[in-house]
């Protein structure tokens, strides 16, 4: 799932995790985690936000504030988001392409 970002512009997208059968993926007892990293040097660009909105069935929100879409650079970058269980498990459940998009106002 690859994503574009404007720079100086709130970000934000809601989601529903699934599992492979198409039900919902429970998020209870999950922590979940994402960040952008660049690709050619695998730095940093930013930490996701990622709020539970609706745990059992699966929802959530993942987001950047403006503060944090005006210090990225405009480089290739990827994405990755992952789900700790509290029994120690781990799983990706989404990754891709970030597209960073410089806007004419500063």
């Known amino acids: 799932f690859n ?4 720079k100086r ?3 934000s997208f809601e989601t529903t995790f699934t599992q492979a059968d198409g039900s919902a993926l429970d998020l209870t007892n999950r922590t979940l985690s994402g960040e952008i990293r660049r ?3 695998n730095a940093l660009e930013a ?4 709020v539970k909105t609706n745990e059992t069935s699966g929802i ?6 403006k503060a944090q ?3 990225l650079t405009e480089n290739n970058c990827t994405y990755d988001v992952f789900a700790d269980h509290t029994d120690g498990t781990t799983l990706k459940l989404l990754t891709g392409s970030v597209t960073i998009v410089n806007n004419i106002t500063s």
Do not use: P, V
């Not at 994503?3 to 404007?6: D, L, S």
């Open 9 to 11: 512009a709130s970000f």
């Open 60 to 65: 959530a929100t993942i987001s950047l504030t």
């Open 39 to 41: 690709n050619f040097d």
């Open 69 to 71: 879409t005006i210090a």
């Open 47 to 50: 930490t996701f936000t990622i």
């Open 3 to 6: 994503i574009t970002i404007e």
